[in-house]
């Protein structure tokens, strides 16, 4: 069982081409729980970020909500636990993982579906 924080507010995962610039946006005057993270590969460059951050020449499709693990993440298999419950309630999710703990998106249309998985999968869903 883990413990989970729905985090405020609406997400967005955005989708920029490989050459983009970042916003300074997306990293000055964070509050205390937004998250931001950033990938790149040679496809492009993929944000999640409070959705009121998205880069404007970003492509985001949703707006998504963000689950945290309250506790760092030490248990081999954490995030299959997390997933497969979505996977088998045909929530879609996107998952990241900090050094500390894990997190996941669940479309904002699909929330309520999402918390009841993980609740009947015996996690604590908090927020």
Same mark, same amino acid.
């Given at each position: 069982m883990l413990d989970i924080a729905l985090l405020p507010g609406e997400y967005a995962v955005c989708r920029m081409g490989a050459g983009a610039t970042l916003p300074y946006a997306l990293s000055s005057g964070l509050r205390g729980a937004d998250v931001v993270t950033v990938s790149w590969t040679s496809d492009g460059i993929s944000v999640i970020c +409070?959705?009121?951050?998205? +880069?404007?020449?970003?492509v985001v499709e949703t707006t998504w909500r963000c689950l945290r693990v309250t506790a760092p993440v030490t248990l081999a298999g954490s995030l299959a636990a997390l997933v497969d419950p979505l996977a088998e309630a045909r929530v879609s999710a996107v998952t990241f993982s900090t050094f500390d703990t894990d997190y996941l998106l669940v479309p904002t249309v699909r929330l309520t579906e999402g918390?009841?998985?993980?609740?009947?999968?015996?996690?604590?869903v908090t927020g």
């Open positions: +409070p959705i009121d951050r998205a +880069p404007a020449q970003a918390t009841a998985a993980l609740q009947r999968a015996g996690h604590r």
